[in-house]
């Protein structure tokens, strides 16, 4: 059975640091797989805010760019995002998603909120 569970979420203030990791098991081929990690606020629609490909390629929303990082550690099957210099509009649920080709899973999510 596919899992991809998501931990490290909790309340930071404003400028502040968190991380946020996604542990898989069942995924055949990990190492194929684009990682990411998306958002959803309330109200808002899910966004993309980091992924990470399988050759390393790194792809950021531009509100986060030069915060967060984004990483992959293909022997725990691990991905993980870095986030610094927070701001209350990070705050939002954030999904772990792994995808290729006929396959798009997802965890449950973890709550970011930033506030003082």
């Known amino acids: 059975q596919v899992q991809l569970v998501e931990s490290g979420g909790g309340l930071v203030q404003p400028g502040g640091s968190l991380r946020v990791s996604c542990a898989t098991s069942?995924?055949?081929?990990?190492?194929?797989?684009?990682m990411g990690w998306y958002r959803q606020a309330p109200g808002n629609q899910r966004e993309l805010v980091a992924e990470?490909?399988?050759?390393?390629?790194?792809n950021y929303l531009d509100s986060v760019k030069g915060r967060f990082t984004i990483s992959r550690d293909n022997v725990k099957k691990t991905v993980s995002l870095q986030m610094n210099s927070l701001k209350p509009e990070d705050t939002a649920v954030y999904y772990c998603?792994?995808?290729?080709?006929?396959?798009?899973?997802w965890g449950q999510g973890t709550q970011v909120t930033v506030s003082s």
């Open positions: 990470i490909t399988a050759n390393l390629s790194t």
């Open positions: 998603n792994a995808r290729k080709r006929g396959s798009d899973l």
């Open positions: 069942g995924i055949t081929f990990f190492l194929f797989y684009t």
